[in-house]
T-cell receptor, first 113, second 110 residues
Framework: EAGVAQSPRYKIIEKRQSVAFWCNPISGHATLYWYQQILGQGPKLLIQFQNNGVVDDSQLPKDRFSAERLKGVDSTLKIQPAKLEDSAVYLC???????????FGPGTRLTVT | SQQGEEDPQALSIQEGENATMNCSYKTSINNLQWYRQNSGRGLVHLILIRSNEREKHSGRLRVTLDTSKKSSSLLITASRAADTASYFCATGGGGNKLTFGTGTQLKVEL
């Protein structure tokens, strides 16, 4: 079974630029999550989708972050404009349904200079 | 915000020894999960224990949950160098949202 795919794996941008990350979950997984992991900390949930609907985006900085999962399969997370404090690893995860085991992708390491 | 706090923050042991990590949390939960993260394999789910369970085993892993004390422990028996990683507890609460702790860095030396 193929795992969660993410791209790119690494990205370096300057502050105030925009960036987008892509995630393809495991086939058949209805629930998709985006996490932000800052160095030395645990992952923090940014947004949770159930199929193509948003379940929880309470910790998503909506003035600069946006995410979509239009067809209920793959998803994109965008940051515009980026700030220095956005430097982190962005992890995508999926699960069959909420509350079940989550499967994580390899992450995208973002550096904002 | 981080719900769980792992203790210790860092742990160094010899191969073959047992490693115990603890997690404390603040609010009521539906389940508690443990994950491992290393540079090679990313973040991997280890075990899930539901709020009505007290103990669960999986291979060399043993997890306990005490909801009255709002705490959990992860025991890795007969540790191996390959167990070197960061270990996170994650609490599943309302809406099945997972909240991760700060992690324990385990180093297993040969």
């Amino acid at each position: 079974e193929a795992g969660v795919a993410q791209s790119p794996r690494y990205k370096i941008i300057e502050k105030r630029q925009s960036v987008a990350f892509w995630c393809n979950p495991i086939s058949g997984h209805a629930t998709l999550y985006w996490y932000q992991q800052i160095l030395g900390q645990g992952p923090k949930l940014l947004i949770q989708f159930q199929n193509n609907g948003v379940v929880d985006d309470s910790q998503l900085p909506k003035d600069r972050f946006s995410a979509e999962r239009l067809k209920g399969v793959d998803s994109t997370l965008k940051i515009q404009p980026a700030k220095l404090e956005d430097s982190a690893v962005y992890l995508c995860a999926s699960s069959l349904s909420p509350g079940n085991e989550q499967y994580f992708g390899p992450g995208t390491r973002l550096t904002v200079t | 915000s981080q719900q769980g706090e792992e203790d210790p923050q860092a742990l160094s042991i010899q191969e073959g020894e047992n490693a115990t990590m603890n997690c404390s949390y603040k609010t009521s939960i539906n389940n508690l999960q443990w994950y491992r993260q290393n540079s090679g394999r990313g973040l991997v789910h280890l075990i899930l224990i539901r709020s009505n369970e007290r103990e669960k085993h999986s291979g060399r892993l043993r997890v306990t949950l005490d909801t009255s004390k709002k705490s959990s422990s992860l025991l890795i028996t007969a540790s191996r160098a390959a167990d070197t990683a960061s270990y996170f507890c994650a609490t599943g609460g309302g809406g099945n949202k997972l909240t991760f702790g700060t992690g324990t860095q385990l180093k297993v030396e040969l």
